[in-house]
């Protein structure tokens, strides 16, 4: 049974450690409820795009929370929200 994965609730609770296993990420859920991995090794560089309240930054967020704390992870971001020039 498929379900819009933005109506169905998740919590994240940064640890501030490093995550262990730098090969997989969590994403959240897809339409079947079944939990979504990314693989960031030899990912260069990412661009997050979609409509608003579709959870970019929230993802982006989540991002920075898992990552920043290890040593081996670089990272830049912008954010074009932008309320005057």
Known sequence: MRS???TTPTTHRPTG???TDL???ELG???YAS????SPANVPG???AGVRGAGKTSGANK????????A???SATADGKVSRA
């Open 72 to 74: 081996a992870v670089q």
């Open 17 to 19: 450690r490093p995550l």
């Open 35 to 38: 939990r979504v991995c990314l």
């Open 29 to 31: 859920v897809d339409e």
């Open 4 to 6: 819009d994965p933005l």
């Open 46 to 48: 990412v661009t997050v």
């Open 23 to 25: 090969t997989r990420w």
């Open 63 to 70: 991002f920075v929370c898992d990552f920043a704390p290890s």
